[in-house]
């Protein structure tokens, strides 16, 4: 992995991770605050030889000594130290669970001994330790004396009495913080890189390089009202969802501009993916840019596109396929611009066979010479092979991808059934993406109205999104105003057909 996947993995799971961090604050702040304070005590003893002589000597006595030490901290948690210690203050406890709060330790090349005691009371800690380090000077002493002299040649000596402490050693808010927000980040950290390995879906398109080179056509962020109002006319016509469309117009065309075929069907692997809704505003959007369109609603088995232009889909493409009337007879005018709709019809018992069908292709060539562009909203390609099949009587082929629903596979195999049957991929369309995070397709339009105002009215009219081609100065050919495309080649105008339905 390259480091731009590591800031995307932190893109996509930073809330996540925040949140993983501040619980872990907030849990060893808990902790911290419901524990128990607890207080140590420490009393320091020294180690000596007790008798003198020389300078060898007493290097002898010092070596001796701090050999001596090691066995005294052993001494210090043993019942001949701990039980007088427990004796003398009335302790209701035995050598083995005292032994649990005394601890003692030596500097390395030193003969002091420090006796650490711990304790829920400061003065109980002080006491203990006070009187663990006078048992521990008598059982030393007792322990070094010699039988012949009845004298010890070690003595221990308390230089540093212990006393209550004003604050708790226990808990450290510092330290139990510190550990929190370290335990929640990599908890944080932990849960993102499982999350992204697990997760396979085409998040954006980063993920969609990974699978394949075909270009991308363009991206539509994910709009919560698009269920509602699906269509780019329902929203302000410099909306980002509109620009994402009139983007997306041109790429396709661009893309679709060394086929012979006019002929373009939009699918998708899955089902709910938005492909007839992006059908059907790539439609609209072509023929706001001034072009003759024609969509076609081939999804023989869940047609929408009447639905959402409000059509009447009882005689359509079945009609025209089965021989009861001529496709001219059956198309539906729409808007105030030149889109005619070419409903699904009657759902019948063979899709598949109908689509495929030598009809069908005779339907797609007498669009194609109408028709500057044909759109076809064909089934998505994993439930069934319409798709598939129809994909032999295209131009080219678009598929959309929704960032919230496709799976790497599903793409993959997606794209090997239409490799399969020799179909050309013009490109893809994400769609659904998000508009924050690693992944965000969104961007920021200056409205008409706030550069042109007086004549923000025209320029935002049905068709109008891009001034006419005479409108350029004439002299300047490199002035930079948006054009529409308006068409793949020059043809010469066809008769408009009419609906009568």
């Not at 200056?446 to 042109?452: G, H, Q, R, T, V």
Request: proline share 6%.
């Amino acid at each position: 992995m390259e480091l731009r996947d590591y800031i995307r993995i932190l893109r996509r799971n930073w809330i996540i991770m925040t949140c993983l961090t501040l619980l872990g604050v907030l849990g060893a702040a808990g902790a911290t605050i419901l524990a128990k304070p607890s207080y140590t005590a420490e009393t320091q003893l020294f180690v000596a030889i007790q008798n003198s002589g020389s300078v060898t000597d007493l290097q002898m006595g010092n070596s001796f000594s701090q050999a001596r030490v090691q066995s005294y901290l052993k001494t210090v948690v043993s019942p001949a130290v701990l039980k007088p210690a427990i004796e003398s203050l009335g302790l209701d406890a035995t050598p083995k669970e005292l032994a649990g709060k005394v601890k003692a330790t030596a500097d390395s090349n030193t003969v002091l001994i420090t006796i650490s005691v711990t304790d829920g009371s400061a003065v109980q800690a002080a006491a203990i330790a006070q009187a663990v380090g006078d048992s521990l000077v008598k059982t030393v002493d007792g322990l070094e004396k010699s039988e012949k002299t009845g004298d010890s040649p070690v003595k221990l000596s308390i230089i540093t009495p212990a006393e209550a402490p004003d604050s708790p050693s226990a808990p450290n808010v510092r330290i139990n913080v510190l550990v929190g927000l370290l335990a929640g980040l990599a908890f944080g950290i932990g849960y993102a890189v499982l999350r992204t390995a697990l997760d396979n879906k085409v998040r954006g398109e980063a993920d969609l390089r990974k699978i394949t080179d075909i270009p991308l056509l363009g991206g539509i962020a994910f709009d919560k009202d698009a269920a509602r109002r699906p269509l780019i006319t329902q929203t302000a016509p410099q909306s980002p969802r509109a620009e994402s469309f009139r983007q997306l117009r041109t790429n396709m065309q661009f893309a679709n501009i060394s086929q012979k075929s006019r002929a373009v069907m939009v699918t998708s692997s899955l089902p709910g993916e938005g492909k007839s809704t992006t059908a059907t505003n790539i439609a609209i959007a072509l023929a706001q840019a001034g072009q003759r369109v024609a969509l076609v609603d081939a999804d023989l088995r869940r047609p929408t596109v009447n639905e959402y232009l409000g059509l009447d889909r009882n005689a359509g493409l079945t009609t025209v396929l089965l021989g009861k009337a001529h496709v001219d007879d059956l198309l539906q005018h729409w808007g105030e611009d030149e889109l005619y709709v070419l409903s699904s019809g009657q759902i019948p018992p063979n899709p598949s066979e109908l689509l495929g069908s030598d009809e069908m292709l005779k339907v797609v060539r007498h669009l194609e010479r109408e028709f500057d562009t044909v759109i076809i909203d064909a089934p998505p390609l994993l439930p069934v092979t319409d798709a598939a099949v129809l994909s032999q009587h295209v131009g080219g082929v678009i598929v959309v991808v929704s960032s919230q629903k496709v799976k790497h596979n599903d793409l993959v195999k997606s794209l090997g059934a239409l490799k399969l049957v020799g179909a050309s991929v013009l490109g893809v369309v994400l769609n659904k993406l998000p508009t924050k995070g690693a992944d965000a397709y969104a961007y920021s339009y200056y409205n008409y109205e706030s550069l042109n105002p007086a004549g923000s009215a025209g320029a935002r009219s049905a068709g109008a999104d891009a001034p006419a081609i005479e409108d350029i100065p004439a002299g300047e050919p490199d002035a930079k105003v948006p054009v529409a495309v308006v068409g793949l080649e020059e043809r010469p105008a066809a008769a408009s057909p009419k609906s009568r339905v």
